[in-house]
């Protein structure tokens, strides 16, 4: 389990991708010593403390879900916190040794919220039946067979699309 501050709180963009709205905070397993995370602007993104605690600073934008993984509620956190670290390994603030924990934190974050997805976001009707009949126990199985497959979606496809994409444009909101 990732500790965390509980719900992020962020927006979409009419230009495209998600943006935090306030500050959110992760702990990462990631320990690559305490650092600054920057746009090209030199507007803070983030900082990272020698503990693995990683804040995202409101306003950080980033493009959603990595690969073939469908942009959801239960993974907006998750994509969040795997985009900002991929963000620092670009910027040499971590090591490429590191990835594999970064894919971790995408991994654990998805699979603690998407069991409390509500039935609303469901989208097909058995897996709505399903869950009414056999409750919270499926939920979290599913929510677990949902996270590896996105986890294996991201592990296959993330790197290679963000090796290729064009980074979302960090900006500040001008008031």
């Given at each position: ?12 963009r009419?230009a ?5 709205t ?29 503990n ?17 993984v ?8 998750a994509?969040c ?27 654990e974050?998805?699979?603690e ?14 897996y709505?039946?399903?869950?009414r009949s056999?409750g ?7 929510a ?18 963000a090796?290729?994409?064009a ?5 500040r909101?001008?008031?």
């Open positions: 389990m990732i500790r965390n501050a509980g719900p992020l709180h962020y927006r979409k009419r495209g991708g998600y943006e935090t306030a500050e959110w905070w992760f702990i990462s397993p990631v320990r690559g010593g305490a650092f600054v995370l920057r746009d090209a602007d030199g507007f803070a993104l983030g900082r990272m403390a020698v693995g605690c990683a804040t995202v600073s409101a306003f950080f934008s980033w493009g959603g879900a990595s690969g073939p469908i942009d959801r509620r239960a993974n907006m956190a994509s916190a795997h985009d900002w670290l991929y963000l620092a390994h670009r910027q040499g603030l971590l090591t490429d040794e590191e990835r594999d924990e970064s894919d971790v934190v995408y991994r974050l998805y699979i919220r998407a069991s409390w997805v509500p039935e609303a976001e469901i989208g097909a009707p058995w709505r039946r399903a869950l056999v919270k126990t499926l939920s979290r199985i599913s677990v067979a949902i996270g590896h497959i996105d986890y294996a979606g991201l592990r296959l496809f993330g790197r290679w699309s090796d290729r994409q980074e979302v444009e960090q900006r909101l001008v008031s």
